[in-house]
C-alpha cells in the first residue's frame, strides 16, 4: 500500500555535528520527494526536493539522498545549528498527481 | 514569510458553532489544499481545489465545507464539530495539483479547540 514512513521518531544530536534523518517508502511507482521542515507554531516549511531520475541533491547545509533499490530516501544537515531543532517530514509524489502523502515526522533535537 | 496566509490562528469553538477559517496566497498558484494535522499522525488530505474547481474530497465529514471563490482564496466553513476535530488545519499551495514534480507550500495553519 502507500505509506511514508521515518525511520525514527526523535534524532537528538550535538550542536556542530551532522544530522541524518531517514525516511521509507513503499511505492515503487513514485517519482518525486520533498523534505519538509516544522518549527513549533509554524506550518512545515519545503527545504529541498528530489526527482526520481536523480540519486542526490544539495542544497545550503542540506543534502538529500534517494536509493530507489530499497525505496529509501535520507536528509543530511551539515554542522548542524539550534535553529535546525524542528520535526522533518518526508513527502512522496505519486504518479501523475499533484497528491503528497506524508510521514510521521521526525523531531531533531540539537543540544548546545 | 511563505505567500501563504491563514487567519485565524488559534479558533475556540462550541460544538454547535458555526465559524469558518480562511486561506490567501500570494504566490500565483493555481491549486489549492486542505490539511488536517493531528499530533502523532501524518497530516491528512482533506480537499483539493485546482483553478477553483474541487478535485478531491478524501471523504470528510460534511460538517467540513470548502469554498473557493477564486485560486488565491480558499475558505473551509464549520459546522457542528466534534471534540476530534480539534487540530492543526493547514492550507498549501502549488501550481497546478494535477503537475507532479511541484512542492506544495504551506501557512501557519489554525489551531481548532472544539469545546
Known amino acids: 500500500g502507500e505509506s511514508v514512513g521515518l525511520h525514527l521518531p526523535t534524532l537528538s544530536v550535538q550542536e556542530g555535528d551532522n544530522s541524518i534523518i531517514n525516511c521509507a517508502y513503499s511505492n515503487s511507482a513514485s517519482d518525486y520527494f520533498i523534505w519538509y521542515k516544522q518549527e513549533s507554531g509554524k506550518g512545515p516549511q519545503f527545504i529541498i526536493d528530489?526527482?526520481?531520475?536523480?540519486d542526490k541533491r544539495q542544497g545550503q547545509r542540506v543534502t538529500v539522498l534517494l536509493n530507489k533499490t530499497v525505496k529509501h530516501l535520507s536528509l543530511q544537515i551539515a554542522a548542524t545549528q539550534p535553529g535546525d531543532s524542528a520535526v522533518y517530514f518526508c513527502a512522496e509524489n505519486i504518479g501523475n498527481t499533484g497528491k503528497l502523502i506524508f510521514g510521521q515526522g521526525t523531531t531533531l533535537q540539537v543540544k548546545p | 514569510e511563505t505567500g501563504v496566509t491563514q487567519t485565524p490562528r488559534h479558533l475556540v469553538m462550541g460544538m454547535t458553532n458555526k465559524k469558518s477559517l480562511k486561506c490567501e496566497q500570494h504566490?500565483?498558484?493555481?491549486?489549492m489544499y486542505w490539511y488536517k494535522q493531528s499530533a502523532k499522525k501524518p497530516l491528512e488530505l482533506m480537499f483539493v481545489?485546482?483553478?477553483?474547481?474541487?478535485?478531491e474530497n478524501n471523504s470528510v465529514p460534511s460538517r467540513f465545507s470548502p469554498e473557493c471563490p477564486n485560486s488565491s482564496h480558499l475558505f473551509l466553513h464549520l459546522h457542528t464539530l466534534q471534540p476530534e476535530d480539534s487540530a492543526l488545519y493547514l492550507c498549501a499551495s502549488s501550481q497546478d495539483s494535477l503537475e507532479v514534480n511541484q512542492p506544495q507550500h504551506f501557512g501557519d495553519g489554525t489551531r481548532l479547540s472544539i469545546l
Open positions: 481545489y485546482n483553478f477553483k474547481e474541487q478535485t
Open positions: 528530489i526527482r526520481s531520475n536523480m
Open positions: 504566490l500565483g498558484h493555481n491549486a
